[in-house]
């Protein structure tokens, strides 16, 4: 594989970040790392949405592979702008997915657990060939990127969709991840909270995944299928995540009451229950290798990290 150019969209994000530096130091790549509004200098600037530039700039660089990162991840955003939501989820992946058959590249479409309701997940988790249905905006227009990747792979385009959970690991901000910022709701004692005891969630290391795709991108792609489930197995609620962190910091959680009531609402509040990921054919192709969550936040934290 030596020669191969990797293209990583959201590379200033907290997924893109892990996935640029594991294709760097793995030494045997070229890596060009593309970013939107980050001020981040060894980043690439380009708009997704312009599909000229984009088009132009991938015929300028010729990649062997593009991990698609870049995507509105947050169910609230989504909610409140979702034309601008529908334009990053769907058609940037589906554009995408185009200029790979045109431009000869093999694109891997990062999507989520969302997807699926959460109701009654099979036993083993819901697999790649599970019926989706999303509960809210945020799912629906991954669900909907995802059938316009497919739909270019079955024209001819070589594309593979990775469905992963919540995510952690080294952020700027805690308030980048979903996970991360419970540290921050933990440590701030004089704030009273209520905190979700009710849905089951599966956190899963952005280093872990990156890992993963390292890994992934070596292998031939006509072994691939066209979706992919990345998972850690460990299950947590976000109360029972803030025990774990509040354990390691030293702290109570008198300041936050738990939860354990489904959430009632439409939009955003519809978060789903269970969507625990099969990744039993993944597994087929290559370990996975996930890091345990506990093991990972109390290094984390010692190091000094946020």
Request: proline fraction near 7%.
């Amino acid at each position: 594989m030596s020669g191969s150019k990797i293209v990583v969209t959201g590379a200033s994000g907290v997924l893109g970040t892990a996935v640029h530096n594991a294709f760097e130091k793995a030494l045997r790549y070229e890596v060009v790392g593309l970013k939107n509004k980050s001020t981040a200098s060894h980043l690439v600037q380009l708009d997704l949405t312009d599909k000229e530039a984009t088009k132009q700039k991938l015929e300028e660089i010729k990649p062997t592979w593009v991990i698609h990162c870049a995507a509105e991840r947050r169910p609230d955003v989504a909610e409140k702008d979702q034309a601008g939501t529908q334009l990053l989820n769907v058609e940037v992946p589906g554009y995408l997915a185009e200029l790979a058959r045109a431009i000869n590249f093999k694109l891997v479409y990062i999507s989520t657990d969302y997807v699926f309701d959460g109701r009654s997940p099979p036993p083993g988790g819901y697999t790649p060939e599970s019926p989706t249905n999303p509960l809210q905006i945020y799912g629906q227009t991954k669900r909907d990127g995802e059938t316009a990747v497919l739909q270019a792979r079955k024209q001819g385009a070589k594309a593979v969709v990775l469905r992963v959970p919540v995510l952690y690991g080294p952020a700027p901000n805690n308030a980048d991840s979903a996970v991360n910022i419970l540290i921050d709701v933990v440590r701030d004692q004089s704030k009273e909270s209520n905190m979700d005891d009710y849905a089951i969630r599966y956190p899963t290391n952005v280093l872990d995944i990156a890992s993963f795709l390292v890994r992934l991108t070596d292998l031939s792609f006509d072994t691939l299928p066209p979706i992919l489930h990345y998972s850690a197995n460990e299950s947590f609620t976000k109360y029972q995540m803030c025990k774990i962190f509040a354990d390691i910091l030293g702290l109570g959680i008198n300041h936050m009451k738990p939860v354990s009531t489904p959430p009632t609402g439409a939009g955003a509040t519809s978060r789903p229950y269970n969507c625990h990921l099969s990744t039993a054919e993944t597994e087929k192709l290559l370990p996975l290798e996930c890091t345990g969550f506990r093991t990972w936040w109390e290094e984390y934290l010692q190091d000094g990290g946020k």
